[in-house]
């Protein structure tokens, strides 16, 4: 570990899991399988909702930009974690304007996700509880106009946390004990007060994670609702199955971050912390390609029309 008596802190050094450096090697192979399936799976999301027509209704439009978010919120991560792997300790050097970028991006693409879930959310509550008014309320133009609208949130949130972070002194250590520049980690090498960075988490930052969540969560009370209504169980199977896949992604997404950014600072475990940091910010972009395409037959038909022209 590293000590310095000045607050200018030019640059961090990333530990990556440096207590496991006899599993090196495997690690690196694992995270790089990873980022190529996480690739791959959510642009073939992407290919298919551009190419099959079939594919262009507003459901298939969110799930394009879910993926699209999934490459980037990956692509800000793993790059960073493989070429550290490669690597000495002393060499996993991240300049401080690249720590704070990792930060914003990080943020940026992650908050985007939070919000584009409880849009999803509200995609699938009016499909099944007001199909007669779907289609004429959830235009192109509306679901460009939410799209834009979780953009915009995401990044003025970001830009706040980015800021505040910048603005503290690190003069204890520039060893961040983490595989990426995040604001927790920080704040443990952070010699200036962080109560107001802390205070914005819990207020400002609950608010951008719970409103999304809320409006997920009144969406599916009502979803379930309906469902509930109709007589027949094969029809409460069928209908119950187009937004599966969605509270699927969403139970293991959410969970993992309210397990991260909210509980007491006194709590914090590495072990824990570092867990579920891979599970929200690496298995799941490879896993949402997956879960929304095992069970979604339109997914399915179009991949298998797609292999079939190009072979």
């Not at 070429?83 to 908050?111: E, P, S, Y």
């Not at 799209?147 to 002194?169: D, E, G, Q, Y």
């Not at 969540?213 to 009370?221: E, K, N, R």
Request: with cysteine.
């Amino acid at each position: 570990m590293e000590t310095t008596n000045s607050s200018s802190v030019t640059e961090f050094i990333l530990s990556t899991f440096a207590d496991l450096q006899s599993y090196w090697l495997w690690l690196f192979v694992g995270f790089l399988v990873i980022l190529i399936i996480t690739i791959t799976g959510n642009l073939a999301i992407i290919v298919l909702s551009l190419y099959d027509s079939q594919l262009h209704g507003p459901m298939y439009f969110f799930l394009a930009n879910l993926s699209f978010i999934d490459i980037c919120l990956s692509l800000v991560t793993v790059p960073q974690m493989l070429k550290n792997f490669l690597l000495d300790l002393q060499r996993r050097v991240i300049l401080f304007g690249g720590c704070m970028a990792q930060i914003f991006f990080f943020l940026t693409f992650a908050n985007v996700e939070d919000f584009l879930l409880a849009v999803m959310a509200y995609d699938r509550y009016m499909a099944i509880c007001h199909p007669l008014h779907y289609v004429i309320v959830m235009k192109r133009r509306l679901c460009a106009q939410l799209v834009a609208f979780c953009w915009v949130l995401s990044i003025a949130n970001a830009i706040l946390h980015t800021t505040l972070t910048a603005r503290l002194s690190y003069c204890k250590s520039n060893y961040i004990d983490h595989y990426l520049c995040d604001m927790v980690p920080l704040f443990k090498i952070s010699c200036s007060d962080t109560i107001i960075n802390q205070m914005v988490i819990f207020t400002e930052g609950l608010i951008v994670v719970a409103s999304p969540f809320l409006l997920i969560l009144v969406s599916y009370v009502r979803i379930i609702s309906t469902i509930l209504k109709i007589r027949s169980a094969k029809g409460r199977k069928k209908v119950f199955s187009t937004c599966s896949s969605h509270l699927t992604v969403v139970t293991f997404y959410f969970g993992t971050i309210l397990f991260m950014y909210f509980r007491p600072r006194s709590s914090y475990s590495l072990i824990k912390d570092r867990v579920a940091s891979v599970m929200y910010t690496i298995l799941a972009p490879m896993l949402n390609p997956f879960i929304y395409t095992l069970r979604n037959k339109d997914v399915q038909r179009a991949s298998r029309k797609l292999f079939a022209r190009i072979g």
